[in-house]
């Protein structure tokens, strides 16, 4: 997988803003919760809060993308 194919339509044409935001909303998630963690201040209830955050999204979207028929806009699989 090419580091561009996280932020364009498949084929890698044209830029795609779901993609670009979802990742940069992951991205910080990530950030915040290491820095949580690295500074032992996270607890269970921030460790929830992160999973739900990362693995929620990306269930919702292929549940909404399989409900109505659907290409999934932040698929990651390597299809």
């Given at each position: 997988m090419?580091?561009?194919e996280?932020?364009?339509?498949p084929?890698?044409?044209?830029?795609?803003h779901?993609?670009?935001w979802s990742?940069v909303?992951f991205a910080?998630a990530t950030?915040?919760?290491?820095?949580?963690?690295?500074?032992?201040?996270?607890?269970a209830e921030?460790?929830?809060?992160?999973?739900?955050?990362?693995?929620?999204?990306v269930t919702?979207s292929?549940y909404l993308?399989?409900?109505?028929?659907?290409p999934?806009p932040i698929?990651?699989?390597?299809a």
């Amino acid at each position: 997988m090419r580091l561009l194919e996280l932020i364009t339509e498949p084929g890698g044409c044209t830029l795609s803003h779901t993609k670009l935001w979802s990742n940069v909303g992951f991205a910080a998630a990530t950030v915040a919760f290491v820095r949580a963690n690295w500074n032992s201040v996270a607890n269970a209830e921030v460790w929830w809060a992160y999973m739900v955050c990362v693995a929620g999204a990306v269930t919702a979207s292929k549940y909404l993308a399989l409900r109505h028929g659907q290409p999934d806009p932040i698929d990651r699989s390597e299809a």
